[in-house]
Structures are given as structure tokens and as C-alpha cells.
């Protein structure tokens, strides 16, 4: 496994690479501290896992480089890891291709279930993000909840899931952000205790959600 994580922060750093010591025994991680230096290397090692990003390190445009990132890496997941969890910019990074968001104020075990997701090729936003959506009232849809916890939009999102959709799919349809799409669909996995569309599915068929009435 080959991981890049760029960060200005030598002291965040040591911190990261005992996290990611733990995804894997022949982990190879390589270290940058500013972005033009992480597109370099990235163009250098196209067989990369994994890219961690800082949003504020030096030559970074903030969420506008992940947007230019997976432009050009577009196989390459790219997850988030920044001290600023407003709900605007978590939406916006995800819109713009990123696989993930962390804040640097998650715990370590946090950090490594979320890192485990994205490497398992599902999506990872902060519970701290479902909170922000629900006191801003972001999604007039969001205020109620059903028996099981899902608002109608998150059902809504969770049936073009059953349906096979992707989230490009899903946003298409819907007519929203597909950043917003992510995060409906990662707090349906949150609040099905899930971790992946299959799952998703089984447990929705399982308890009705899907093909007859629900409420």
C-alpha cells in the first residue's frame, strides 16, 4: 500500500504516520509539504493508494485544488484531512471529487475507520457534518425523520441507491450537488449502520424501506 500525505504541519504529520502505520504492515508513505510539490509526486507514483490533503498548505487554492487534483488524477482517491469542519466547505470538497473529509480534531481510531472506508472504495464525511445540516436547516427536507432516523431525502437518495443509481446518477436526478449527494448517502450508511452500498441495500430490503410502504 502507497500513501502520499501532504501537510505543512511536521508535528500533525508524525502524528498521521502512526495512524497510517496501522492500515498495513508494507505501508510505503511519502511526505510533502506544499501542493505543488504533492501534484509532482503524484505524477511521479500513479500507482498511489491514497492522497491526503491538507486544504491551507503553501501553493493550495483550498477546495478549488481538489477540484484541480482529481481532474488530473481522477483514479487517485483524495481524502480531506483540515482543521476547518464548516459544513460549506465539507460540502464543497466533496463536490469537487474528494473521496473523504477528516478533521484534524478526530481521534486517531476515527481517522483510521475513516481512511479504512475510502480504501475500501466507499465515501467518509464526520457525523459532526449531520449535525451542522440539521441545526442550519440546510435541506428544508432534513427536518423530520422516519421511524428508522432517515429524513425523505436521505430515503429518497437510499431508493435510487436500491435502484442501482450512482451518485452521479443520484444527482442528476435529484437535481443536487453530487458533493450533497455524498453526504446524504454517507449519512444513510451512518444510520443504518452500514458500510457500503451492498449493505445498504440488504438491510433497507430487509426492513421494508424499499419496494412498499414505509414511514
Given amino acids: ?10 508535528l500533525f504529520r508524525d502524528g498521521m504516520r502512526y495512524v497510517l502505520q496501522q492500515l498495513s504492515d508494507t505501508l510505503e508513505l511519502l511526505e510533502v509539504n506544499n501542493f505543488p510539490e504533492c501534484l509532482k509526486v503524484v505524477a511521479q507514483h500513479p500507482e498511489l493508494d491514497l ?19 482529481h ?26 471529487g474528494a473521496s473523504g473529509f477528516i478533521c484534524k480534531s478526530s481521534t486517531s481510531h476515527a481517522m483510521l475507520a475513516a481512511l479504512k472506508r475510502v480504501l475500501s472504495g466507499e465515501i467518509y464525511v464526520p457525523p459532526e457534518i449531520f449535525r451542522q445540516r440539521s441545526v442550519q436547516a440546510v435541506d428544508k427536507r432534513s427536518m423530520h425523520t422516519n421511524g428508522y432516523g432517515l429524513t425523505p431525502r436521505q430515503m429518497e437518495v437510499l431508493e435510487h441507491i436500491c435502484a442501482g443509481m450512482s451518485n452521479k446518477e443520484i444527482a442528476s436526478h435529484t437535481h443536487l450537488a453530487e458533493g450533497t449527494v455524498k453526504i446524504h448517502v454517507a ?9 457500503g452500498r451492498l449493505e445498504a441495500v440488504r438491510v433497507a430490503e430487509r426492513l421494508g424501506l424499499v ?3 414505509h414511514g
Fill in 51 to 69: 492522497v491526503l490533503l491538507d486544504l491551507n498548505m503553501p501553493g493550495s487554492e483550498g477546495a478549488r485544488s481538489v477540484s484541480y487534483f
Fill in 1 to 10: 500500500m502507497k500513501i502520499l500525505m501532504a501537510d505543512d504541519h511536521a
Fill in 187 to 195: 449519512a444513510v450508511y451512518q444510520t443504518l449502520k452500514v458500510n
Fill in 71 to 96: 481532474q488530473r488524477f481522477p483514479r487517485i482517491p483524495v481524502v480531506v484531512v483540515s482543521g476547518d469542519d464548516a459544513l460549506a466547505n465539507m460540502e464543497k470538497v466533496m463536490d469537487y
Fill in 211 to 213: 419496494g412498499g410502504a
